[in-house]
């Protein structure tokens, strides 16, 4: 655990910020699709942190930047949405096991419904870094309605080529982010490409059900966590083995990235 102060902390919409955190040099650069655990250093703060997904990470001579995004749904980010420059955190991480970049990989599809866009961003920075960018990223970008998207702008920034679906057609095709995948892997081979994605769970169901049986795909679970490290199994998930069996794993210390089809989701509840 390692203290960190709000250089600024932006509202996006009405339920959605960015912000940025100042962290000691000693804070280890985070893989793409890692996250962190995130509490006030006031002690009358919540007891639990929040997990927050790696937006962006710089890092500078004697400091580093670390960018979140989140959306207000509780206790935990409502305040955080009231934090403003200068106010004084708690960050524990970077913690989970991400996404995993093949540099033989001839594209990089980037698939995020809403609040997924959050690690996108480090990881199209990170293929991008290792010039893996430019037009070899594909990007896949869905939400409820135009007003909900976010990210929008920085990823017009990145080079790829950028899909936008919306479930009330505001903006882009009319539809959820699942339903574009098959027309753009029409005619790629499934060893040139790889996927990468992250949303709510309906989505992701819907990705797995839907993704054509030869690709793979590593996906970025969003999951209710307690410790940030495996400790309380209050964010376990029932996964499928290689023999056919089952097992337990926590979505925040083997996860929170999987194999798309590796995940058990009928025992998921979509809400």
Avoid at 68 to 93: C, D, H, K
Avoid at 111 to 121: D, E, N, Q
């Amino acid at each position: 655990m390692c203290r960190a102060n709000v250089i600024y902390n932006r509202r996006l919409n009405d339920r959605d910020f960015h912000m940025a955190l100042r962290l000691p040099k000693e804070f280890v650069d985070p893989r793409p699709g890692q996250f962190v655990m995130l509490r006030p250093a006031a002690p009358e703060g919540p007891l639990l942190s929040r997990p927050l997904s790696v937006h962006r990470f710089t890092r500078l001579h004697d400091h580093v930047v670390l960018g979140l995004l989140y959306r207000v749904v509780g206790r935990g980010t409502a305040m955080f949405s009231r934090w403003s420059s200068g106010t004084e955190a708690l960050v524990l991480g970077p913690l989970g096991n991400g996404f995993r970049i093949d540099g033989k990989k001839q594209e990089h599809i980037l698939i995020a419904g809403g609040m997924g866009v959050a690690p996108m961003g480090y990881l199209a920075d990170c293929l991008r870094g290792r010039n893996l960018g430019g037009q070899r990223m594909i990007f896949c970008l869905g939400a409820k309605s135009q007003g909900e998207l976010i990210g929008l702008e920085r990823l017009e920034t990145m080079g790829g080529r950028l899909h936008i679906s919306t479930d009330d057609g505001t903006m882009g095709t009319c539809g959820t982010v699942a339903e574009l995948l098959p027309g753009i892997l029409g005619g790629r081979e499934p060893e040139a490409v790889e996927l990468y994605a992250c949303g709510p769970p309906g989505m992701l169901k819907s990705l797995a059900s839907s993704l054509p049986g030869d690709f793979s795909c590593q996906a970025s679970l969003e999951a209710r966590m307690a410790c940030g490290v495996g400790a309380c199994l209050g964010c376990a998930m029932t996964m499928r083995t290689d023999g056919k069996g089952v097992v337990r794993k926590s979505v925040c210390r083997d996860g929170p990235v999987f194999d798309l089809r590796e995940i058990c989701w009928d025992e998921i509840v979509i809400t």
